[in-house]
């Protein structure tokens, strides 16, 4: 089991930056590939980056790339999300989770929102 919970999330203005934290309980989060997905009013939740356990691979959606860094510190517990270059459609709720793969996830933080303004 494991419990995520993020933090970092507030209102920033458009080109401004945002670190998101993800500290995660238990002794098995080394083993974990994390993401982070967001939800903006109105629409699906979509992924929007992922880490794998070791750290040494990472990978973006297309609308972020070039933007934010995904990384992790395994000793800590903890992922971050370095948001540069924010834009207003970067506006969400913005949530970690944890999985076996990168692409398959069975834990979720309680989310924590990003308003960027014009």
């Known amino acids: 089991q494991v419990q995520l919970v993020e933090s970092g999330g507030g209102l920033v203005q458009a080109g401004g930056s945002l670190r998101l934290s993800c500290a995660a309980s238990?002794?098995?989060?080394?083993?974990?590939?994390m993401g982070w997905f967001r939800q903006a009013p109105g629409k699906e939740r979509e992924f929007v980056s992922a880490?794998?356990?070791?750290?040494?691979?990472?990978t973006y959606a297309d609308s972020v790339k070039g933007r934010f860094i995904i990384f992790r510190d395994n000793a800590k517990n903890t992922v971050w999300l370095q948001m540069n270059s924010l834009k207003p459609e970067d506006t969400a709720v913005y949530y970690c989770?944890?999985?076996?793969?990168?692409?398959?996830?069975?834990?979720w933080g309680q989310g924590t929102q990003v308003t960027v303004s014009t």
């Open positions: 989770a944890a999985g076996i793969g990168m692409a398959d996830y069975s834990y």
């Open positions: 238990g002794r098995t989060f080394a083993s974990y590939a």
């Open positions: 880490i794998s356990w070791s750290g040494g691979s990472t």
